[in-house]
């Protein structure tokens, strides 16, 4: 059996990714980036939603940290710095402290973070849009029960 160099067994595992598959790594991704706290982090980074000047959407930016937890209604401080971590580990965001007294820390998403970015505000916007149908649904699905 030749010997692949570490670039060809990349090439590889690569071509053998099926997140069907339990041990696959694409399925650890893909549980990671469903993740509600994840896809409401990219789109508040993405500067999804309202704006301070009454606008719906923005540019992407660098929010700090208290911004984050303000803007993200239910998040438990632990549950932000663990999906935080996640997403920088994974290339999607990156943080950048600043030594200021306190220290100033910003996160932003990386260009690879902004590519799922364009996905996920799909989603989200496709969630806000069909609400009232699926509600429908769920009533005439809970009447017949």
Not at 5 to 29: G, M, N
Not at 81 to 90: H, K
Not at 93 to 113: K, S
Request: aromatic share 4%; glycine share 6%; charged share 20%.
């Amino acid at each position: 059996m030749p010997t692949m160099t570490a670039a060809q067994q990349r090439a590889q595992a690569h071509e053998e990714y099926d997140a069907f598959l339990a041990q696959c790594p694409s399925r650890q991704l893909l549980d990671r980036i469903s993740n509600k706290w994840v896809a409401l982090i990219m789109a508040a980074l993405g500067s999804d939603g309202p704006q301070p000047n009454g606008e719906c959407a923005g540019e992407p930016r660098a929010m700090r940290y208290s911004e984050l937890s303000r803007r993200l209604a239910g998040v438990s401080q632990k549950m932000l710095t663990q999906t935080l971590r996640s997403l920088e580990r994974d290339g999607l965001v990156t943080r950048t402290v600043t030594p200021t007294v306190p220290v100033t820390v910003h996160y932003e998403l990386t260009d690879l973070g902004l590519s799922l970015h364009q996905v996920i505000r799909g989603i989200k916007v496709w969630a806000q849009a069909h609400m009232d149908e699926v509600h429908a649904h769920r009533e005439q699905f809970d009447a017949r029960g």
